[in-house]
């Protein structure tokens, strides 16, 4: 079935840096998508969605941008914080809610 | 904001016993609640979702007989793992929504030993 993924595994970057975090998805119908926020131990949580009729959407410190003609998504996360580390996912907010691999995101002091 | 409770935090367990994960929504209906395992390192593997009223509906290779869901209310959903292994050991997660956001709970780590 269709399914939502991530491009990088792991993504390092240095305390103050921006950080980007990439997500292709392969149903072209979805319309609505949300990335979440997972640490350690803990459930995820709601960073920031985008619906399909928007391009960009931002958030404090969060932006995220769709491209529907390449079917992805990105975050970006400006001046990463030591409290950004965690593994990031995006999903598709259609009939079901499908997560892909995930993107560990580690910040350097 | 929505919330959503999961108990227990963590449970172990012998194996061969059963155990009862509960999934509330505290301040918002949900009509629709997901259930979720994930191993260590891997990401979030959907188990099945339910609907408040009718049956669950399962993922590929997830056993209903073992995992039993039961959606009895707008506002809780139970997963029972019966006779749980060893193999069953990992962490549990549930969200719930309305059909547009979704709130996750913050997780069961269940150890079956």
């Known amino acids: 079935g269709e399914s939502v993924g991530l491009h990088l595994p792991t993504l390092s970057v240095q305390e103050g840096d921006n950080s980007i975090i990439n997500c292709a998805y392969s149903n072209s119908a979805s319309d609505y998508f949300i990335w979440y926020k997972q640490e350690s131990g803990k459930g995820p949580q709601f960073i920031i969605d985008i619906r399909s009729n928007m391009d960009k959407r931002q958030g404090q410190r969060v932006t995220v941008l769709l491209n529907k003609t390449v079917k992805h998504l990105s975050l970006q996360i400006a001046a990463t914080q030591p409290g950004d580390s965690a593994v990031y996912f995006c999903a598709e907010n259609g009939i079901d809610m499908r997560f892909g691999a995930g993107t560990r995101l580690t910040v350097k002091p | 904001g929505a919330v959503v409770s999961q108990h227990p935090s963590w449970v172990i367990c012998k194996s061969g016993t059963s155990v009862k994960i509960e999934c509330r929504s505290l301040?918002?209906?949900?009509?629709?609640m997901f259930w979720y395992r994930q191993f260590p390192k891997q990401s979030l593997m959907l188990m099945a979702t339910?609907?408040?009223?009718?049956?669950?509906?399962?993922e590929q290779g997830v056993e209903k007989d073992k995992f039993l869901i039961n959606h009895a209310s707008l506002t809780l959903s139970t997963l029972t793992v019966t006779s749980a292994h060893p193999e069953d050991s990992s962490f549990y997660i549930c969200s719930a929504g309305t059909g547009f956001g979704y709130t996750f709970g913050s997780g069961t780590r269940l150890t079956v030993v």
């Open positions: 339910s609907n408040e009223g009718s049956k669950a509906t399962y």
């Open positions: 301040d918002f209906q949900a009509t629709t």
